[in-house]
């Protein structure tokens, strides 16, 4: 991990930055319109509504791949804030179940770490737009926690 | 109601269901070869899809879209001449290396087994200048939507 990103992360736990800051430096984080609500440490993503997301022309309803790629996006950004040192988070596998349509409205996503070992990351992530007790997609994911750039995975 | 496409090559029912994908569109795939029950399709190498900006590494999440879009395209063919809309029940994507900073990525993906309700697909993600390098493996099932009007998609 590089020192800025290290100092970036620091930042934004004190308060001193945003937690924007950490998504708008992933170009397909930007890609994807992704933004961060901090409500206190609690951290809620959402993906705003954006004709570019669109899987489904006549719906309309979002791309199953842009909603999974939100939720990945979101864990990574989630795990890099909880690791009391971080580590750059890399997908190991992503496994998502589509429970309902993902319609053309904003959506957001909340993740849950389930464990935090030495090397490897759970991660929960789930996605809804109505109500939370009514998610449109749940993922899982493992992460690869290391020191080594994504070349050397 | 069955809409059938016999004047129509599955080639051609796949790229113009892709045209209509907005998302697809953007991620700029390109469905390069399609027969009874499998698709190649590229993505191109883009900075808009980078998720390490340290590495410029293709974002998971950008490939893990193609995945789903190919996979769906794999369910068109063996559907074929028939068109249904196949929304994704589920999908596992395993990442097994970083590809080639620069290049694109190739998705193969092989509907394994059509049963009345069911699609389930295999894909494979190839690197683009070294396509016997693995980049992603992943498997996912789909559920047939025997809608009217489906053909307003690839029509």
């Given at each position: 991990?590089?020192?800025?990103?290290?100092t970036l992360i620091?930042q934004?736990?004190?308060?001193?930055?945003?937690?924007?800051?950490l998504?708008?430096?992933?170009?397909?984080?930007n890609?994807?319109?992704?933004?961060?609500?901090?409500q206190?440490?609690?951290?809620?993503?959402v993906?705003p509504?954006n004709?570019?997301?669109?899987?489904?022309?006549t719906l309309?309803?979002?791309?199953?791949?842009?909603?999974?790629?939100?939720?990945?996006?979101?864990?990574?950004i989630?795990l890099?804030?909880?690791?009391?040192?971080p580590r750059?988070?890399?997908?190991?596998?992503?496994?998502?179940?589509?429970?309902?349509?993902?319609?053309y409205?904003?959506?957001?996503a909340e993740?849950?770490?389930?464990r935090?070992?030495?090397?490897?990351?759970n991660?929960?992530?789930?996605?809804?737009?109505?109500r939370?007790?009514?998610?449109?997609?749940?993922?899982?994911?493992?992460?690869?926690?290391?020191?080594?750039t994504?070349?050397?995975? | 109601?069955?809409?059938?496409?016999?004047?129509i090559?599955r080639?051609?029912?796949?790229?113009?269901f892709?045209?209509?994908?907005?998302?697809?569109?953007?991620?700029k795939?390109?469905?390069?070869?399609a027969?009874?029950?499998?698709?190649e399709?590229?993505?191109?190498?883009?900075?808009?899809?980078?998720?390490?900006?340290?590495?410029?590494?293709?974002?998971?999440?950008?490939?893990?879209?193609?995945?789903?879009?190919?996979?769906?395209?794999a369910?068109?063919?063996?559907?074929y001449?028939?068109?249904e809309?196949t929304?994704?029940?589920?999908?596992?994507?395993?990442?097994?290396?970083?590809?080639?900073?620069g290049?694109?990525?190739i998705?193969?993906?092989?509907?394994?087994?059509?049963s009345?309700?069911?699609v389930f697909?295999?894909?494979?993600v190839f690197?683009?200048?070294?396509p016997?390098?693995?980049?992603?493996?992943?498997?996912?099932?789909?559920?047939?939507?025997?809608?009217p009007g489906a053909n307003?998609?690839?029509?």
């Amino acid at each position: 991990m590089t020192d800025a990103l290290r100092t970036l992360i620091q930042q934004c736990r004190d308060g001193e930055r945003p937690y924007q800051a950490l998504v708008e430096r992933v170009p397909y984080a930007n890609f994807l319109g992704i933004e961060v609500m901090a409500q206190g440490q609690e951290l809620v993503f959402v993906l705003p509504k954006n004709e570019t997301n669109v899987g489904n022309p006549t719906l309309p309803a979002l791309h199953g791949g842009a909603v999974a790629g939100f939720m990945e996006q979101s864990a990574v950004i989630f795990l890099l804030l909880h690791m009391g040192e971080p580590r750059v988070p890399k997908t190991i596998d992503f496994t998502v179940d589509y429970l309902r349509a993902g319609h053309y409205k904003d959506t957001y996503a909340e993740c849950r770490v389930t464990r935090l070992g030495r090397r490897v990351a759970n991660v929960q992530i789930i996605a809804w737009q109505t109500r939370r007790s009514e998610p449109i997609t749940i993922a899982r994911a493992h992460f690869l926690l290391s020191e080594e750039t994504a070349q050397e995975m | 109601m069955t809409i059938k496409h016999t004047s129509i090559s599955r080639l051609e029912i796949c790229r113009r269901f892709v045209a209509s994908v907005r998302h697809s569109t953007e991620l700029k795939l390109d469905v390069r070869r399609a027969d009874e029950t499998s698709v190649e399709v590229f993505m191109p190498f883009q900075e808009a899809i980078v998720g390490n900006p340290e590495t410029r590494v293709l974002h998971g999440g950008a490939i893990f879209a193609l995945m789903d879009q190919a996979g769906g395209l794999a369910g068109a063919c063996a559907i074929y001449p028939e068109f249904e809309i196949t929304p994704t029940i589920d999908m596992r994507v395993d990442h097994i290396r970083a590809p080639e900073v620069g290049y694109g990525v190739i998705c193969h993906a092989e509907c394994y087994r059509l049963s009345q309700h069911v699609v389930f697909v295999r894909m494979n993600v190839f690197e683009e200048r070294h396509p016997e390098n693995l980049v992603a493996t992943g498997v996912a099932t789909y559920m047939r939507m025997k809608l009217p009007g489906a053909n307003e998609v690839v029509s």
